[in-house]
T-cell receptor, first 116, second 114 residues
Framework: DAKTTQPNSMESNEEEPVHLPCNHSTISGTDYIHWYRQLPSQGPEYVIHGLTSNVNNRMASLAIAEDRKSSTLILHRATLRDAAVYYC?????????????????FGQGTILTVHP | KAGVTQTPRYLIKTRGQQVTLSCSPI?????VSWYQQTPGQGLQFLFE???????NKGNFPGRFSGRQFSNSRSEMNVSTLELGDSALYLC?????????????FGAGSRLTVL
């Protein structure tokens, strides 16, 4: 399974930008990079995803390295509500039978603490 | 539109019993995947279904099984429960399971085995 590596924890102050890194050196050419976050006692929530180009949405931005072996989730202005565990995962684009399609591997994620 | 619905939200069982958990995906979503989350092991993939077919399975014993119905609703079953099966069981749905699609998770079913 394609795996990702993230720092165990990061801290930020409210209203400041946060850059959450993720390494995925074994990424294949058809793997999408997805980010989800999980608040206590809730299911994970979608944040953003991309394939090759940088992506922006109302929640965050995703910066993908040119060789696609790493990516960075950017929260432009952290709020207390952004405190969560952030997971970076790889998802195959196409089903080709017998592959790891759909078999997601979650690492331990990054615990983000936001200080008031 | 309605999100992913998991039932029951909480349940308590004793060792040796079996349990069935249900997941109703978002309308139009045909892929459903299941995960076990424990404090020690984190989120672990159980299985993924698409159009009533299991396409992939994680490294869990045969006591863990699942199925998907023609309306895309899915159930998972755990037989002969063990204390270590206590966990939050999450399901997620997506349009087709492709990485181009977003995964939407349910709130989970929290199982406690006594």
């Amino acid at each position: 399974d394609a795996k990702t590596t993230q720092p165990n924890s990061m801290e930020s102050n409210e209203e400041e930008p946060v850059h959450l890194p993720c390494n995925h050196s074994t990424i294949s050419g058809t793997d999408y990079i997805h980010w989800y976050r999980q608040l206590p006692s809730q299911g994970p929530e979608y944040v953003i995803h991309g394939l090759t180009s940088n992506v922006n949405n109302r929640m965050a931005s995703l910066a993908i390295a040119e060789d696609r072996k790493s990516s960075t989730l950017i929260l432009h202005r952290a709020t207390l509500r952004d405190a969560a565990v952030y997971y970076c995962i790889l998802r195959a684009a196409l089903y080709a039978g017998g592959t790891s399609y759909g078999k997601l591997t979650f690492g331990q994620g990054t615990i983000l603490t936001v200080h008031p | 539109k309605a999100g992913v619905t998991q039932t029951p939200r909480y349940l308590i069982k004793t060792r040796g019993q079996q349990v069935t958990l249900s997941c109703s995906p978002i309308s139009g979503h045909r892929s459903v995947s299941w995960y076990q989350q424990t404090p020690g092991q984190g989120l672990q993939f159980l299985f993924e279904y698409f159009s009533e077919t299991q396409r992939n399975k994680g490294n869990f014993p045969g006591r863990f099984s699942g199925r998907q119905f023609s309306n895309s609703r899915s159930e998972m079953n755990v037989s002969t429960l063990e204390l270590g099966d206590s966990a939050l069981y999450l399901c997620a749905s997506s349009v087709s399971g492709s990485g181009a699609n977003v995964l939407t998770f349910g709130a989970g079913s929290r199982l406690t085995v006594l």
